[in-house]
Structure formats: C-alpha cells, structure tokens
C-alpha cells in the first residue's frame, strides 16, 4: 500500500467523488460511528435525494401523506455533510451537476445497507 493511501486511512479518507466541475470531495471511510449516525439522521427517509430537490411543500390528501420537501432535503445536506470529510458549501451546493446528483443519490447507500 501507498505511503497516500495509509495516510488517508489513517485520517478516515476513503474514495473521491465528483460532484460537479472543479468540485470533488473525499467520503469517510464508515465506521460504526459514523454509520450509526447516519442511519439515526435518515430513519424514516423514503425519498431519494434527487427527487427531494426544489419540490413545494405536499399537504395530505387520501393518497399521500403530507411531505415537506425543504425539511428532506435540509436532511439530506446533514447527511452528506457526516459523510464527506470537506462538507459541502451552499455555494457548493448550488453547482452540484447531473453526475453530481447521481453520486449523491447513491452515496448514503455505503452507510445505509
């Protein structure tokens, strides 16, 4: 192994992810720690991440239960902020492309299941 990648280890850095031009963050490696605090943060998330983005406040009706949509995707922004060891800034945030979306969909998943 690397001299980079002990040391990466070491501090908890695990892979690279893309998140938009020039925006790239490192996710920590999970721990049990940490897995347990992202599970607490996301219990009862039914939602994916990009389906959350930019949606209005739903009121219940027979069909479906009320959802605040601002209130999901604040969550999600704590969650991604536990597992990426840089966090992420709303300036951050704003630029956050397609593939970006598509990683941060999936990224929680490691600490989930």
Do not use: C, P
Request: hydrophobic share 35%.
């Amino acid at each position: 192994m690397s001299t980079d990648k002990e040391m990466d280890k070491t501090l908890n850095i695990g892979t690279e992810i893309r998140l938009a031009e020039g925006i790239k963050k490192h996710v920590k490696i999970g721990t049990i720690a940490l897995i347990r605090q992202v599970r607490e943060e996301m219990d009862g998330m039914t939602y994916k991440f990009s389906f959350s983005i930019g949606r209005k406040k739903w009121e219940a009706t027979e069909e479906r239960e009320a959802v605040d949509w601002k209130e999901v995707e604040e969550t999600y922004k704590k969650a991604f902020n536990l597992v990426l060891v840089e966090g992420i800034t709303e300036e951050e945030y704003e630029q956050i492309d397609q593939d970006g979306i598509a990683e941060l969909d999936n990224l929680l998943d490691r600490f989930l299941f």
